[in-house]
């Protein structure tokens, strides 16, 4: 019991740190990826519907490994030019979409939801936190800013608590509307 409770406090930890990290925009995207992140083959999947990456391109598609982690000795890429990279996804979403974190945009230290052996990533280790966040977000390009509700579920953590997956969960037709300069 002792491990899955200290499994649990690891979890809950990184889970907070990186969410508080994510939302204040105080920590470069490839910090983030490098403190938090497992170092091989790390996920990210902003869940959307395909027809979305039109005005959203970092919705409805995977996005795996490291940009770094696929460059030789010599400095030539070697990732598949159909790659998208974790590091892609942070540049997709920073160049279309901004957060702006209030008191309320991260739950209470006890509202973090934590499932110690939760096999959501099979890819990646056991474990799965759910994150459920507020924030007003904006259109980089129009302008438009919207109320947003959105979730995060980091799983597939490693033994030293790096995640394998993150997923988010979100509105895109605000995102969309508010992109495309449309009434919300």
Known sequence: MADTASRY??????????????????????????????????RIIEHGPEWAQKRLPFVGRLFRGRRSSTLTTNGANTA?????????????LGATVALHAHADTLPEN???????????????GPGAVLVKCHAALSSVHTKRTWEEH????????????????????????????AVGGEDL
């Open 80 to 92: 598949p030019s159909n790659t998208a990279t974790c590091d892609d996804y942070f540049d997709l």
């Open 110 to 124: 006890n509202a973090y939801v934590v499932d110690p052996n939760s096999l959501h990533s099979p890819d990646h």
């Open 9 to 42: 406090a690891i979890l809950r930890t990184v889970a907070k740190e990186f969410s508080s990290a994510f939302v204040s925009g105080s920590t470069p995207p490839s910090e983030l990826l490098a403190e938090y992140f497992v170092a091989e083959d790390p």
């Open 150 to 177: 959105f979730v995060f579920v980091l799983s597939g953590f490693d033994a030293g608590g790096k995640i394998g997956q993150l997923e988010i969960w979100a509105d895109n037709l605000n995102a969309w509307a």
